[in-house]
């Protein structure tokens, strides 16, 4: 039997459902101004911890969208950053001169954001090419990296819940929060 090795009455509340969905319809807005009127954007959701917001995202959007997913390796079951990272599951159409907008849960040192624009510049020369993140944790940056849009920013702590998980487990809760080490 798989148990998580942490109890989710410790977990502090850090964003409630309702801040989360007011803020992902706030950036919904924020996009869609930004993007050409009666153009597609390709809506990328990188898995598995975007899943959430990028579905929620993507009901606000009012241009019509294309959803593709990509998949990077790198985190494991640590909780922290890897600079080894490749994109697998990659299946994603021709995006050349295409607007395409990179959905993440979180930008933590910044390193998969970095792998994933460079990626994206270099293989597939989007015509407008941006990012968005709920969390941006600005503190833990090691790269020159900043999102285009994002919903909160946090302090370096380590967050679940709304796609973002800890081994594995608390990525289906409906809101954010944090364990605290003590
Ligand atoms: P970065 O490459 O260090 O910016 O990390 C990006 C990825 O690490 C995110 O897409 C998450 O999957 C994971 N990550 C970073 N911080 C956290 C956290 O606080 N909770 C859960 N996952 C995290």
Redesign the pocket.
């Known amino acids: 039997m798989s148990e998580p090795d942490k109890n989710i009455n410790d977990l502090k509340l850090l964003f409630p459902e309702e801040k989360i969905q007011k803020k992902v319809k706030e950036l919904a807005l924020e996009i869609d101004a930004v993007f050409p009127e009666n153009e597609t954007i390709f809506i990328i959701c ?1 898995l598995k ?2 899943v959430m917001f990028f579905t929620e995202l993507s009901k606000h959007l009012k241009h019509n969208v294309q959803m593709e997913f990509i998949r990077i390796s ?2 494991g079951n640590e ?1 922290k ?1 890897s600079n080894n990272m490749q994109a697998i599951d990659l299946t994603l159409p021709d995006l050349n001169n295409n607007n395409v907008l990179i959905v ?10 970095k792998f994933l624009t460079d990626m994206f510049k270099i293989k597939h020369k989007p015509k407008k090419l941006l990012f968005v993140t709920l969390l941006n ?1 600005k503190c ?1 940056r090691q790269t020159d990296i900043n999102p285009d849009f994002y919903g909160f920013e946090i302090d370096d ?4 819940g709304y796609g ?3 081994k594995g487990f608390f990525r289906n809760l409906p809101y954010i929060g944090y364990f605290p080490s003590n």
């Not at 702590?157 to 679940?160: G, L, M, R, T, W």
């Open positions: 990188v911890g975007s790198s985190y909780t950053s993440e849960d979180i930008i933590d040192t910044g390193l998969t954001a944790k833990a702590k380590f967050v679940v973002l998980d800890y």
